[in-house]
């Protein structure tokens, strides 16, 4: 090793966290769980809260406090985040905390150079794999060997690894906004029935008694609207909405001329996929993708892990070609029901057993579909008909029973020109995500190792931004 190579424990504190869970609480400090660690981030949301009274007794051995890089040393092994600034936690079972000692070491680039391929190949190495799970013993951890260069080398790859995230992370909330906002989108005119309460209003039509309480809160607002939230639609798009409901024995009271169908109306296919014949022999590293259910998650396609197979797999499925605009479903075991639309990057694609295809009629926009599959009363609709089953499962005839209105070609036809526009973004986005996140992938490893020279990764990095 070169003189830049040290150990965990000369240039870190390692701590470990409580060997029990204490009571929860809706309220208070977290008590962070190693499944909030998630490609280098914390997700806060996947940490229970405990009560003050339980936080002093958590925090007797150590509080994590901004800078500290937390870790998990049994199970999702590799896994790490840093400590963000203002956030009351205390470590939770299973997890630990590197604290550096700042005059070595910086937090951000600690962060990095754990999860390095170095790092995470001496990990694999020293992991207890006899055990009933994969543990790493935190005696062990002070000896790992670590390359710790120069600040103010360290300083240049942490800018430069972190603008990076910094830009991933920027495209990622700026998907979540623009899908939170199709949804919105889709709640208001196909469940609330909003733009048709204004309509009634408007016309001086009764409103059913379901959404009595909606219409005042609709006739409320309309008479403070404001330039930012204009409370109803321009007038010509308004116009193609009815001003009256009617009541249906399939979904209740539901718009005037708006037809309660079942899924299988608004689509030209619905069937699932099957695993190719050949076993690991078909697997390549650049072929026809493989969708399979780890790649479909609620809103949004996940490419880590997608498989790829020959052409002569993918001949033996092509009954289950995956086009533009299919929507895809999870219709087994623990992800069932999670739906997103294929991306035309993974095309040419197939499906395999666990995942469904939908794809819409002419006319019919795939977001449509989607928002319709990922809406709470569907989900429980499908997980009702499987009641009883042995195992969690829908099937195409489940699918194709799924209560749905059509709208008509008019307001569909709008809907697609409102979310085109969210998904033109959050295709541009996405393919940001994914080339920024190559780039890191590819420095990474050279920056930390020292082959990549900081004034080329910077270029590189210019360059990418």
């Known amino acids: 090793m070169g003189s830049e190579w040290t150990t965990i424990g000369s240039i870190a504190t390692v701590f470990d966290g409580p060997h029990a869970t204490p009571n929860k609480t809706d309220e208070g400090p977290y008590f962070l769980s190693i499944s909030s660690l998630e490609n280098g981030k914390l997700d806060l949301s996947k940490s229970a809260r405990l009560s003050e009274e339980q936080f002093s007794k958590w925090t007797r051995r150590v509080t994590p406090v901004e800078g500290d890089v937390l870790f ?41 150079a754990y999860l390095g391929p170095d790092f995470q190949k001496e990990i694999r190495s020293r992991t207890n794999s006899g055990a009933t799970v994969d543990r790493l013993s935190l005696k062990e951890l002070a000896d790992f060997p670590i390359r710790v260069p120069p600040l103010s080398e360290q300083k240049a790859i942490a800018d430069i690894l972190g603008s990076l995230d910094d830009k991933i992370e920027l495209n990622r909330q700026i998907n979540t906004t623009l899908e939170a906002m199709a949804q919105a989108l889709f709640k208001s005119w196909f469940v609330d029935f909003d733009p048709v309460i204004d309509n009634a209003l408007a016309a001086g039509n009764p409103i059913p008694d379901e959404l009595a309480d909606r219409a005042e809160r609709r006739a409320q607002a309309a008479q403070q609207p404001s330039p ?45 996929g099957s695993t190719p014949r050949g076993g690991s022999q078909v697997y390549i590293e650049d072929g026809v993708s493989l969708i399979r259910s780890q790649n479909v998650y609620d809103s949004k396609f996940v490419w880590e892990g997608l498989a790829r197979i020959t052409d002569e797999a993918a001949a033996q499925l092509k009954g289950v070609t995956v086009l533009e605009g299919d929507v895809l479903l999870n219709i087994t075991g623990a992800s069932i029901l999670r739906t997103c639309i294929a991306p035309s990057e993974a095309l040419p694609a197939r499906v395999n057993q666990h995942v469904a295809i939908i794809r819409p009629r002419p006319g019919v926009p795939s977001k449509y579909l989607h928002l319709h599959l990922l809406n709470a009363s569907t989900k429980s609709y499908l997980m009702g008909q499987n009641a009883g089953a042995s195992r969690e499962a829908v099937t195409k005839t489940h699918i194709e029973s799924v209560p749905t209105l059509n709208p008509g070609v008019e307001v569909l036809a709008q809907f697609a020109e409102f979310v085109s526009s969210f998904q033109d973004c959050a295709a541009n ?37």
């Open 429 to 465: 986005c996405s393919s940001a995500v994914r080339t920024l996140s190559s780039l890191r992938d590819r420095l990474l490893p050279k920056l930390l190792s020292g082959q990549l020279r900081i004034p080329e990764a910077e270029q590189l990095l210019a360059e990418a931004l």
């Open 228 to 272: 930012e939230q204009p409370h109803t639609l321009p007038t010509h798009i308004r116009q193609q909405f009815p001003d009256r409901f009617v009541f249906t024995e399939e979904m209740g009271w539901v718009p005037e001329r708006w037809d309660a169908v079942t899924l299988n109306t608004l689509t030209s296919k619905i069937g699932s």
């Open 72 to 112: 998990s040393y049994e199970t999702r092994l590799g896994e790490a985040a840093l400590m963000p600034q203002g956030i009351r936690a205390c470590l939770g079972r299973r997890m630990g905390l590197l604290r550096p000692l700042v005059c070595k070491v910086l937090p951000r680039y600690l962060l990095f």
